[in-house]
Nanobody, 127 residues
Framework: QVQLIESGGRLVQAGDSLRVSCAAS????????MAWFRQAPEKGRTLVAA????????YYPDSVKGRFTISRDNNNNTLYLQMNDLKPEDTATYYC????????????????????WGQGTQVTVSP
């Protein structure tokens, strides 16, 4: 079992930066993929960043590439998402996810492939 708890979401203004965190506990295996998804009201859950818990290059969809950075602190079992130059369209609930997910664009974006999820943290970007 893996438990994930997100924190750090809040109201910010357009252009601001914000870092959200995900505290992980339990049996996290090195090959696990750790990811951040987001879900806006009445929309589906979409991938914004992913990384292997054991290391390697991260993955970002084009929508956030260059603005968002995923990182992990294995010593403290924490996953981070640094978000810069935030836009109102980034407003969503941000979720941390983990699982034995293949590191391909298609596999990473399939939210049903992840076995573990946090409860989410709300990020609101005002114009």
């Amino acid at each position: 079992q893996v438990q994930l708890i997100e924190s750090g979401g809040r109201l910010v203004q357009a252009g601001d930066s914000l870092r959200v965190s995900c505290a992980a506990s339990g049996r996290i295996l090195s090959p696990y993929t750790m990811a951040w998804f987001r879900q806006a009201p009445e929309k589906g859950r979409t991938l914004v960043a992913a990384i292997r818990w054991g290391g390697g290059d991260p993955y970002y969809p084009d929508s956030v590439k260059g603005r968002f950075t995923i990182s992990r602190d294995n010593n403290n079992n924490t996953l981070y998402l640094q978000m810069n130059d935030l836009k109102p369209e980034d407003t969503a609930t941000y979720y941390c996810a983990a699982g034995a997910v293949g590191f391909t664009r298609v596999a990473l974006g399939n939210s049903r492939a992840y076995g573990f999820w946090g409860q989410g943290t709300q990020v609101t970007v005002s114009p």
